[in-house]
């Protein structure tokens, strides 16, 4: 294992010293080739983290932008390799199959994390989950903004520790028709074969986008072994197939948004053993949004805006077959009405006050068959009613951020998500202090679920999670090319929800008492014009916050399970020639833990220690191949065939997910542009 450990860093470091050579020899052939200035990275403007276009030094969170040159350049082949170049974020495994995201050591696939597709949420609503893999195109990402934080003072009860928010390219900026193919093979079959279109165009005074993504996909071609020691081959049978439509118009101020995504999947692996046969199991989700943005004077802006979500998650509706024991169907749908209305005052230059309200209400429906209600009824209703504020104020020494959030939820209660920041960037050097109180209000099935632990009631007994969190950043640019931020965070979740096996086939929820974590994140940005290079480093310590045993590792108070205590990524860009690039990626986990296997002598799950692991990739990119628009790409995956598995970050029986094998990737593309 040693050796073998050595040869990969041995090989990483030969293959970056080759390419740097190369790059050296070549820079100064091809210094006109950068896309994106560092100076005009920094000053970009977002959104996301306070309703206000602030840029990244100056915006009152902390925020990592992937744009759709990186993400190109990397070859990325779904949104799970996008992510896991961000710091702090990894990857694990829940059930059927299903994977999601960590952040800053937390389980963060429920409901804590608030993903959004040009400003719909993607999060489903019985759960407020969101299932990767295969499933989110990546060609039509302009950029990716994370917040590595709360955003509940803004967002509400689904960002409580981080929003990761999704733009899409816009009329203007495909300008024509775009249309991509993708196909990815693995040792024992084929990975995906996805196919991409786009069309927009600038029209006056507005623009319109239309974007397509449909394919079939793998999870791996490897073996899965349950925790009682059957086993399974993966290939063919754990199909990810997604299918996507998402429809943009806007209009001087008035903005309309179409989403409908279906994303298809076959598992065998159940919550606890292996099924007889792979079952299917569906996402449908139909998102629209209207929005006017209302200007009656200069300083103010009012926006009211309309949200229409339908879900059907989890469906699952195959007969099972006999002697199947832990199958259970699952047909279930629910619908979200939501109003919101929001108004922007700038009192003056230096001073700028958000204000707002929401009103939602959520409504499931279950199949006669198989309610799942605690009420015992096949329909139920939930609403919520919030109100929020924002102040920003400049002033010479600070930007000052001081805002927060009130939400009343009919069956789950009452929370506050107060926030104060300082932030500022002088020359070369900004800081921020943020200080946030965040919270993660229970879906309809988190409620359902509860109150199977209130036996003698049979209500739901669940509270919101009530969150508070501490961060610290400083970023200093070395020089006009190189920039470098570094950060520190505190985070404490107390009443943390909690998804446990009552019985190896039974799942509820509960309220556990806390978890958390405190940690370092890093971040060096180089970018010259020879290309670029991201260098990423974060690292967490849970000893002293989690005091929740669901998420604790058995052999180490500082880490959780499933999730690496350390993590560094590299990835970069070197331009051989006006067409073509070279882009490699590492990215380095630490150890983990997980359960893995069931103990007949002692009757309990052991804890297994998980090597650290380096998935290496590259990417081969060359533009306008032949003629202008056709551009191809090449890359390999997992370069050392490590086999990266998706450990469960919470105590279940499911044992932990075998992903790819080493997958070699082609992809091509052709755009044609309107005429202007």
Not at 13 to 42: A, H, K, R, Y
Not at 416 to 438: C, I, M, N, Q, W
Not at 459 to 484: H, N, W
Request: glycine share 8%; net charge negative; with cysteine.
């Amino acid at each position: 294992m040693l050796i073998r450990r050595n040869v990969q860093w041995c090989s990483v470091l030969m293959l970056f010293m080759v390419l740097s050579l190369t790059v050296n020899l070549l820079g100064q052939d091809v210094q006109d080739l950068m896309n994106c200035s560092l100076e005009e990275l920094l000053n970009m403007e977002v959104l996301v983290a306070s309703k206000k276009a602030m840029t990244l030094r100056e915006s009152p969170g902390i925020i990592t932008v992937v744009t759709a040159e990186e993400i190109q350049n990397s070859g990325a082949r779904d949104l799970i390799d996008v992510l896991h170049l961000v710091p702090g974020i990894s990857m694990g495994v829940d059930l059927v199959g299903a994977t999601g995201i960590s952040m800053r050591g937390t389980w963060a696939y429920e409901g804590k994390v608030l993903f959004m597709l040009d400003g719909q949420e993607l999060n489903e609503l019985l759960f407020s989950l969101v299932v990767l893999g295969n499933h989110y195109p990546v060609d039509h990402i302009k950029r990716i903004e994370v917040i590595r934080g709360p955003g509940s003072s803004i967002y509400g009860g689904l960002s409580e520790v981080g929003v990761i928010n999704i733009i899409t390219k816009g009329g203007g900026d495909v300008n024509g028709i775009s249309a991509g193919v993708t196909y990815g093979q693995m040792s024992g079959g084929f990975a995906r074969r996805n196919g991409t279109f786009s069309i927009g165009k600038q029209i006056e005074s507005g623009e319109i986008s239309l974007h397509g993504f449909f394919g079939q996909g793998n999870r791996s071609d490897q073996i899965y072994t349950d925790v009682f020691g059957d086993s399974y081959n993966m290939t063919d049978r754990a199909e990810l197939n997604p299918l996507m439509i998402n429809f943009g118009f806007k209009y001087k101020d008035l903005s309309v948004r179409f989403i409908y995504d279906k994303y298809s999947a076959t598992s065998m692996d159940g919550s606890t053993s292996i099924f007889q046969k792979d079952y299917g199991v569906y996402w449908k989700s139909i998102l629209g949004e209207l929005t006017y943005d209302w200007k009656i004077s200069d300083k103010l802006t009012v926006t009211p805006k309309l949200n229409i979500k339908y879900d059907t998650p989890w469906y699952q509706d195959d007969e099972p077959l006999d002697g199947e024991l832990f199958y259970v169907k699952y047909l279930h749908k629910a619908t979200r009405l939501k109003g919101n209305i929001t108004a922007s005052y700038d009192v003056n230059e230096n001073i700028n006050i958000i204000a707002g309200a929401e009103f939602y209400r959520d409504k499931q429906e279950d199949e006669p068959e198989t309610p799942t209600i605690w009420t015992g009824e096949s329909e139920i209703e939930y609403d919520n009613k919030s109100a929020f504020i924002q102040t920003i104020i400049k002033t010479k020494f600070a930007n000052i951020t001081v805002g927060g959030r009130y939400d009343d939820h009919s069956q789950a209660g009452d929370a506050f998500a107060p926030r104060f920041g300082l932030t500022k960037a002088f020359d070369r050097v900004h800081f921020k202090v943020l200080y946030s109180e965040a919270f993660r209000s229970p879906a309809t099935e988190n409620l359902n679920a509860s109150a199977l632990l209130d036996t003698l009631n049979n209500i739901p007994s669940l509270r919101p999670e009530d969150t508070q969190v501490i961060e610290m950043e400083v970023g200093y640019k070395l020089t006009p090319d190189v920039f470098m931020t570094a950060n520190i965070y505190r985070i404490v979740v107390n009443d943390v929800m909690v998804y446990f096996p009552v019985t190896p086939e039974v799942y509820a929820y509960k309220n556990g008492e806390r978890t958390g974590s405190k940690g370092l994140e890093m971040e060096l940005r180089i970018r010259k014009g020879w290309g670029y290079v991201n260098l990423c480093y974060s690292y967490y310590n849970a000893k002293g916050i989690n005091k929740t045993f669901d998420f604790a590792t058995p052999e180490s108070e500082s880490s959780m399970l499933g999730v690496p205590q350390h993590k560094l990524t590299m990835n970069g860009s070197y331009k051989i020639s006006k067409r073509f690039s070279v882009n490699p990626s590492i990215i380095y986990l630490g150890k983990r833990y997980g359960y893995n296997n069931f103990d007949f002598v002692i009757e309990d799950l052991v804890p297994e220690e998980y090597d650290a692991e380096i998935l290496a990739n590259i990417y081969f990119k060359c533009n306008d191949l032949f003629v202008d628009g056709l551009n191809v790409g090449f890359g390999v995956y997992d370069i050392f065939n490590s086999k990266y598995q998706f450990v469960a970050p919470a105590l279940t029986w499911h044992a932990p997910l075998p992903g790819p094998s080493r997958e070699f990737v082609f992809r091509l593309s052709y755009d044609f542009n309107f005429k202007e």
